[in-house]
T-cell receptor, first 115, second 114 residues
Framework: AQSVTQPDIHITVSEGASLELRCNYS??????LFWYVQSPGQGLQLLLK??????LVQGIKGFEAEFKRSQSSFNLRKPSVHWSDAAEYFC?????????????FGAGTRLAVHP | GAVVSQHPSWVICKSGTSVKIECRSL??????MFWYRQFPKQSLMLMAT?????????EQGVEKDKFLINHASLTLSTLTVTSAHPEDSSFYIC??????????FGPGTRLTVT
């Protein structure tokens, strides 16, 4: 079945530590890939996106993600986490067959940051 | 730029009444707007897609007579929850898109039906 999977529901890291949030997708053709962050009281903010080309994508706030076709993954990384990064992170895809229309979200990963 | 607002941010209504939620693109014209529903600690589920001047396209399982969507202008879309019941309590989020660019999300509206 077509799906977007974020295996980790909740992750806790120490401030200054590195971070990797996992995202796997299951679609016939590689979809467009996105990472969003949701903070309380704020709308979802796009961190980065991948359509094609260089598989290492740089985003805002020091985040990057790497697309690995062989693993059907698009993991989000940050080398040094700040307390303000505590939020909910969503991986999302737009299936190619559906056109640039429907964003399908993963279940989300809640990030907590210890001081 | 690319700011999307929603009003109200929180609404409480009694069971059986209707409530309208507004979604506005403040600094751009949105050819397409989307409405999502998010249950506590869960992901966003697309409810419907609306194009300005056209009828909304609802996702499977979403009752179009309960969730009325109007996209009357390029900057405004409304979602009306008709005859609301406690099970309709949720967080409703809209997004707006122009052309083929990314979607910009509003801050969401929390609906509580008592």
């Amino acid at each position: 079945a077509q799906s977007v999977t974020q295996p980790d529901i909740h992750i806790t890291v120490s401030e200054g530590a590195s971070l990797e949030l996992r995202c796997n997708y299951s679609y016939g053709a590689t979809p467009y890939l996105f990472w969003y962050v949701q903070s309380p009281g704020q709308g979802l903010q796009l961190l980065l996106k991948y359509f094609s080309g260089d598989t290492l994508v740089q985003g805002i706030k020091g985040f990057e993600a790497e697309f690995k076709r062989s693993q059907s993954s698009f993991n989000l990384r940050k080398p040094s986490v700040h307390w303000s990064d505590a939020a909910e992170y969503f991986c999302a895809v737009v299936p190619i067959s559906g056109g640039y229309n429907k964003l399908i979200f993963g279940a989300g990963t809640r990030l907590a940051v210890h001081p | 730029g690319a700011v999307v607002s929603q009003h109200p941010s929180w609404v409480i209504c009694k069971s059986g009444t209707s409530v309208k939620i507004e979604c506005r693109s403040l600094d751009f014209q949105a050819t397409t707007m989307f409405w999502y529903r998010q249950f506590p600690k869960q992901s966003l589920m697309l409810m419907a897609t609306s194009n300005e001047g056209s009828k909304a396209t609802y996702e499977q399982g979403v009752e179009k007579d309960k969730f009325l969507i109007n996209h009357a202008s390029l900057t405004l879309s409304t979602l009306t929850v008709t005859s609301a019941h406690p099970e309709d309590s949720s967080f409703y989020i809209c997004s707006a898109r122009t052309g083929s660019e990314e979607q910009y999300f509003g801050p969401g509206t929390r609906l509580t039906v008592t």
